[in-house]
């Protein structure tokens, strides 16, 4: 059994303000410790299920945050970027049986969580086919695109609750709440077991049942804060604008949405 982790730092146990998700920060190291943990914590559990190859892509930032040397063996790293639009889950194809996400957040305008955003700081909300667009969904898809299915979620609470409806046999793992600016968080002892636990027995379930099936058809809606923002965007092959801060896209392939994600965010 072949696994695909794709890891983020916004949704692991702890944080809570950007500067601890910031390398140039010195609260940096102890959430990046963090991340490294939780992701060891799903390599664990997936080689308990069964796996036989385990591929991390490290998704936050840089893509350098997570602590090669702590990665147990039969672990692959993929660090950094290459401009890809698969982006959060570059190096996934058919080859992989399931997809696991580690530390990942509530979508941007959802208040799960003081760090919720998608993809950066630039849209206010974003959705497809009505559905919040968090991080997870937008890569989700893209593992599904592939054939390949997700199983496993780690990260703040409002993030899961939200996406169950998308894959019908994911397992999740809810690390923190959040309201306004502060967090929940549950004891870092405490979650790196559950995350362990959870990878295993997602991957225990017919995988073959897994499968997400994605929409025939496309539409992402994307509001900015600037209206100059939002013209800048406008000019994307395909853009059209809603109103004065809002942008439609429509495709039925998704990769043309995933490309469009690449330039326009």
Same mark, same amino acid.
């Given at each position: 059994? !072949?696994?695909?982790?794709?890891?983020?730092?916004?949704?692991?146990?702890?944080?809570?303000?950007?500067?601890?998700?910031?390398?140039?920060?010195?609260?940096? +190291?102890?959430f990046a410790d963090q991340m490294t943990k939780e992701v060891v914590? +799903?390599?664990?559990?997936?080689?308990?299920?069964?796996?036989?190859?385990?591929?991390? !892509?490290?998704?936050?930032?840089?893509?350098?945050?997570?602590?090669?040397? $702590?990665?147990?063996?039969?672990?692959?790293?993929?660090?950094?970027?290459?401009?890809? =639009? #698969?982006?959060?889950? /570059?190096?996934?194809?058919?080859?992989?049986?399931?997809? *696991?996400?580690?530390? #990942?957040?509530?979508?941007?305008?959802?208040?799960?969580?003081? &760090?919720?955003?998608? *993809?950066?700081?630039? =849209?206010?909300?974003? !959705?497809?086919?009505? $559905?919040? %667009?968090?991080?997870?969904?937008?890569?989700?898809?893209?593992? %599904? #695109?592939?054939?390949?299915?997700?199983?496993?979620?780690?990260?703040?609470?409002? &993030?899961? /609750?939200?996406?169950?409806?998308?894959?019908?046999?994911?397992?999740s793992v809810a690390v923190k709440?959040?309201?306004?600016?502060?967090?929940?968080? /549950?004891?870092?002892?405490?979650?790196?077991?559950?995350?362990?636990?959870?990878?295993?027995?997602?991957?225990? $379930? @017919? &995988?073959?049942?897994?499968?997400?099936?994605?929409?025939?058809?496309?539409?992402?809606?994307?509001?900015?804060?600037?209206?100059?923002?939002?013209?800048?965007?406008?000019? #994307?092959?395909?853009?059209?604008?809603?109103? @004065?801060?809002?942008?439609?896209?429509?495709?039925?392939?998704?990769?043309?949405?995933?490309?469009?994600?690449?330039?326009?965010?």
């Amino acid at each position: 059994m !072949k696994v695909f982790i794709s890891a983020d730092m916004e949704g692991v146990t702890g944080t809570t303000l950007w500067e601890e998700c910031d390398r140039n920060s010195p609260f940096y +190291a102890r959430f990046a410790d963090q991340m490294t943990k939780e992701v060891v914590a +799903a390599c664990k559990g997936a080689f308990a299920a069964g796996a036989t190859e385990v591929v991390v !892509k490290d998704s936050h930032s840089s893509g350098t945050n997570i602590d090669i040397t $702590q990665l147990p063996a039969g672990v692959k790293l993929i660090r950094n970027w290459s401009g890809h =639009p #698969y982006s959060m889950v /570059e190096g996934i194809d058919s080859s992989f049986d399931a997809a *696991m996400f580690v530390g #990942y957040h509530a979508a941007a305008g959802r208040p799960g969580n003081p &760090l919720s955003h998608t *993809m950066s700081s630039v =849209p206010y909300r974003m !959705k497809i086919n009505g $559905q919040w %667009a968090s991080e997870f969904l937008i890569y989700s898809y893209a593992a %599904a #695109y592939e054939g390949v299915p997700t199983v496993f979620l780690s990260g703040d609470a409002m &993030l899961c /609750e939200d996406s169950h409806e998308i894959h019908p046999m994911l397992k999740s793992v809810a690390v923190k709440d959040g309201k306004g600016g502060l967090t929940i968080n /549950e004891s870092p002892v405490s979650t790196i077991e559950w995350i362990e636990k959870g990878a295993s027995d997602a991957l225990r $379930q @017919d &995988l073959k049942m897994a499968k997400t099936i994605l929409p025939e058809h496309f539409e992402v809606e994307l509001m900015f804060r600037e209206h100059k923002v939002m013209r800048r965007k406008s000019f #994307y092959p395909g853009m059209e604008i809603a109103d @004065d801060l809002t942008l439609r896209f429509e495709a039925d392939d998704y990769f043309e949405v995933l490309r469009m994600i690449s330039f326009v965010l």
